[in-house]
């Protein structure tokens, strides 16, 4: 069901939170599609030292601020939520109506939910989009999962970012191809990915 919470249910934010993510969106902006930013925060942002120990800790969803999001210990400006996934607004959104659809059950990359549960929340996707573009007037939206450390994840719990689009919204549409691909490095890449899969064949 769709929730619509008001600003004053969210704690008072201190300078000091503020002011990280504020930086953090700023990182971003010039970053392709957001890649480092921070997602949304409902709680004071740690310093990177803390978040590091955070994400190769053994038992991650104790301290996974997502997990404590949806279980209702912290408050958010949630928008949808049902038996698989929660969704609410990013705190420091690249857009008006930037959205973070998240699982319930606590997997820190989508490597390790079950595709059922996968299934479930992209799912919703089309759902969530349509709405948040008629929410902000925008035709367009980039769905973005930053799955791992290297690709931007901050936040150890799988997210999808909705980000609506507009025209001359300033954001950057695509990072850009590389050099082409020869059949050279296609074939032998192919051949691995293919072994990796477990199949022979196209």
Request: aromatic share 6%; hydrophobic share 35%.
């Amino acid at each position: 069901m769709f929730v619509s919470l008001q600003r004053s249910a969210l704690p008072a934010w201190t300078a000091s939170s503020l002011a990280i993510g504020k930086l953090a969106s700023r990182c971003a902006r010039k970053q392709y599609l957001f890649t480092c930013r921070r997602p949304v925060r409902c709680g004071t942002p740690e310093p990177s030292s803390r978040r590091s120990l955070r994400m190769a800790s053994s038992d991650p969803a104790q301290d996974c601020i997502f997990c404590k999001i949806i279980s209702g210990e912290l408050p958010c400006y949630k928008v949808f939520s049902d038996e698989n996934c929660t969704a609410f607004l990013d705190l420091f959104p690249a857009t008006s109506g930037h959205t973070l659809l998240v699982p319930r059950s606590h997997h820190e990359v989508l490597e390790t939910m079950p595709p059922e549960e996968v299934s479930a929340v992209f799912a919703r996707v089309p759902l969530l989009g349509k709405a948040i573009k008629a929410a902000v007037g925008a035709p367009s939206y980039n769905l973005l999962v930053n799955n791992g450390r290297e690709a931007g994840q901050v936040v150890p719990h799988v997210h999808i970012h909705i980000i609506p689009r507009k025209p001359g919204d300033g954001l950057i549409r695509h990072p850009g191809g590389g050099p082409r691909l020869e059949p050279d490095k296609a074939e032998p890449l192919l051949r691995v990915l293919k072994e990796k899969l477990g199949r022979a064949g196209p």
